[in-house]
T-cell receptor, first 110, second 114 residues
């Protein structure tokens, strides 16, 4: 079963508002990656986090990996209509198996 | 550089049949992994191949199998299809194995089992 909880499942925000999605794993992860999937498209790689407590920024996107390497977050500042899509986290467990969050579907209201 | 190519894009099969899906990775990528995506379960890892060897396997029954050829192209086979196998099947290629490098996904094969 799913071992990475991702919340929220859906998020509607007004354009210009901030957005955050969270992933929580039941086990320690070796690393975590984030992907974005547009409606009808395939997942596209955004970032990889490896170190405990790591924070990375990409323009309006901020990614964090928790100190215990069990949780991660993606924060988008001042959302734009181009941010629409589903954001997934993917983690590699110690046994090398890859586990995904179910994703957060982001809707932007103009 | 060409992206990951999956064929066919759509398939309709009946229960009990078998199906083979194909994935051509990005040139130079030696790792190919397969995933099942459904609205209820999201993305689930099926297996990973690297240098023609299965390196890792998810929690799917033995009806799901795969292989990788010397040119890194991969195929996935599902035998004795069940209604619950209806899903989008995605493959991804990467330079290294085990999610050490970014996964590059294909557009997927949408399988419908009736």
């Amino acid at each position: 079963g799913q071992q990475v909880m991702q919340i929220p499942q859906y998020q509607h925000v007004q354009e210009g508002e901030d957005f955050t999605t969270y992933c929580n794993s039941s086990t320690t992860l070796s690393n975590i990656q984030w992907y974005k999937q547009r409606p009808g498209g395939h997942p596209v790689f955004l970032i990889q986090l490896v170190k405990s407590g790591e924070v990375k920024k990409q323009k309006r996107l901020t990614f964090q990996f928790g100190e215990a390497k069990k949780n991660s977050s993606l924060h988008i500042t001042a959302t734009q209509t181009t941010d629409v899509g589903t954001y997934f986290c993917a983690g590699r467990r110690r046994d090398d198996k890859i586990i995904f969050g179910k994703g957060t579907r982001l809707h932007i209201l103009p | 550089k060409a992206g990951v190519t999956q064929t066919p894009r759509y398939l309709i099969k009946t229960r009990g049949q078998q199906v083979t899906l194909s994935c051509s990775p990005i040139s130079g990528h030696r790792s190919v992994s397969w995933y099942q995506q459904t609205p209820g379960q999201g993305l689930q890892f099926l297996f990973e191949y690297f240098s023609e060897t299965q390196r890792n396997k998810g929690n799917f029954p033995g009806r799901f199998s795969g292989r990788q050829f010397s040119n890194s192209r991969s195929e996935m086979n599902v035998s004795t299809l069940e209604l619950g196998d209806s899903a989008l099947y995605l493959c991804a290629s990467s330079l290294g194995r085990g999610m050490n490098s970014p996964l590059h996904f294909g557009n997927g094969t949408r399988l419908t089992v009736t």
